[in-house]
Structure formats: structure tokens, C-alpha cells
Nanobody, 122 residues
Framework: QVQLVESGGGLVQAGGSLRLSCAASGRTVSGDALGWFRQAAGKEREFVALISWRFGSTYYADSVKGRFTISRDNAKNTVYLEMNSLKPEDTGVYYC???????????????WGQGTQVTVSS
């Protein structure tokens, strides 16, 4: 069983920064794609960023390119999402997830964390 636990969410002013963490435990070798997704109230869950656990290659949604950075620390089994220049539209519950392939579709991910709330005030 894979467990993913997000942390680091909170309330921040527009233009500010947050760093989210996702600690993985269990059978982490079961998937290579570590993704971040978010879900705003009343909206579908959407892709934010992903990273290859093995190779470190990264991919971003157009809406966050140049502002967010995904990274991982293999020794700590942790993936991070550095969020800069935050906008009110970035508000939502952020989830980390693990899947087998490098794709930004939520349906492709098998394991999910509980989510952490990010609120960006105007």
C-alpha cells in the first residue's frame, strides 16, 4: 500500500509563495509519476505539475508555468511544489498523486493524498 501525505498549505496574499510537500511511504516503487493536482470549489480536479521519480523530468500545466516548480528528494521520498507569484485563482485543495505513466490526467493516477488547502487572498 502506498501512502501520500501532503503538507504546507495555508493562507497567503496574492503575489506570495508557498511550498507544498508530499511524503511518500509504502510501495513507492509502484509508480514513477508523482503529480500535483488541485481542485477548486465547484470545479473538476485539474493537473498542475508532475515529475518523474526516476529521471526528474518535469511537466507543468500552462496556467502555472514560470510560477510553480516541482522537485523531489529521492532520499527523503518527498516531492515538493514551490508556488510563487500566487494568484487568487490558484486557490483550491492541492493533492499529490502517484501513477505509472507521465501523463497529466487524474484518471491515470492510482494513489492520492488527503489534500492540503491553499487559499490565496486578493
Amino acid at each position: 500500500q502506498v501512502q501520500l501525505v501532503e503538507s504546507g498549505g495555508g493562507l497567503v496574499q496574492a503575489g506570495g509563495s508557498l511550498r507544498l510537500s508530499c511524503a511518500a511511504s509504502g510501495r513507492t516503487v509502484s509508480g514513477d509519476a508523482l503529480g500535483w493536482f488541485r481542485q477548486a470549489a465547484g470545479k473538476e480536479r485539474e493537473f498542475v505539475a508532475l515529475i518523474s521519480w526516476r529521471f526528474g523530468s518535469t511537466y507543468y500545466a500552462d496556467s502555472v508555468k514560470g510560477r510553480f516548480t516541482i522537485s523531489r528528494d529521492n532520499a527523503k521520498n518527498t516531492v515538493y511544489l514551490e508556488m510563487n507569484s500566487l494568484k487568487p485563482e490558484d486557490t483550491g485543495v492541492y493533492y499529490c498523486a502517484m501513477g505509472a505513466v507521465l501523463i497529466g490526467r487524474p484518471q491515470a493516477y492510482d494513489y492520492w493524498g488527503q489534500g492540503t488547502q491553499v487559499t490565496v487572498s486578493s
